[in-house]
T-cell receptor, first 114, second 114 residues
């Protein structure tokens, strides 16, 4: 089935450092999304990518949709303590034409030491 | 900003009991979804719903699950005979047109089956 492999599983970094995480799949995805989830909350959308090769920024966050449509990365620059949380990649499979199912990666748990 | 509202935030039930999880999607949205997240794991798609019928469901969404839009505002997930492994966070989401524009998750209901 469609699966997203997200890495790393967890990261423990110092405040001010840059962070990079990525997702890969053996299947083609039409859209890639990056979400952040705080404890006890639902996922909140950070960045959405719609075209292969697209590079999009949202403040200190930058994400790219791979040219093969099978991968994506998220970079966070100059991390701050409030960046702590779990980051999920998600994608809408190419075959999905029934209204918006999302496939999620396993998540990257980010810890930031002040 | 419009929100997807879920109630209750936490429900504890005995194994074998029926539970109904409730969601109020964003008012002009037409597509509705349920996702599940077992503690420490990724978010998994359960079902999508449009025009008063299920448009897609996953393997997880077996005969013990059902969804309903009983009126113009609520969207419910019923689990008929809960099992211990149904313990998870259940997230409702909605989108306006089945696309990713405005695709919004609720804060979730934590279901604990004892």
């Amino acid at each position: 089935g469609q699966q997203l492999n997200q890495s790393p599983q967890s990261m423990f970094i110092q405040e001010g450092e840059d962070v990079s995480m990525n997702c890969t799949s053996s299947s083609i995805f039409n859209t890639w999304l990056w979400y952040k989830q705080d404890p006890g909350e639902g996922p909140v959308l950070l960045i959405a990518l719609y075209k292969a090769g697209e590079l999009t920024s949202n403040g200190r966050l930058t994400a790219q949709f791979g040219t093969t449509r099978k991968d994506s990365f998220l970079n966070i620059s100059a991390s701050i303590p409030s960046d702590v949380g779990i980051y999920f990649c998600a994608g809408q499979p190419r075959e999905d034409n029934q209204g918006g199912k999302l496939i999620f990666g396993q998540g990257t748990e980010l810890s930031v030491k002040p | 900003e419009p929100e997807v509202t879920q109630t209750p935030s936490h429900q504890v039930t005995q194994m074998g009991q029926e539970v109904i999880l409730r969601c109020v999607p964003i008012s002009n949205h037409l597509y509705f979804y349920w996702y599940r997240q077992i503690l420490g794991q990724k978010v998994e798609f359960l079902v999508s719903f449009y025009n008063n019928e299920i448009s897609e469901k996953s393997e997880i969404f077996d005969d013990q699950f059902s969804v309903e839009r009983p009126d113009g505002s609520n969207f419910t997930l019923k689990i008929r005979s809960t099992k211990l492994e149904d313990s998870a966070m259940y997230f409702c989401a909605s989108s306006e047109l089945g696309t990713l524009d405005g695709y919004t998750f609720g804060s979730g209901t934590r279901l604990t089956v004892v």
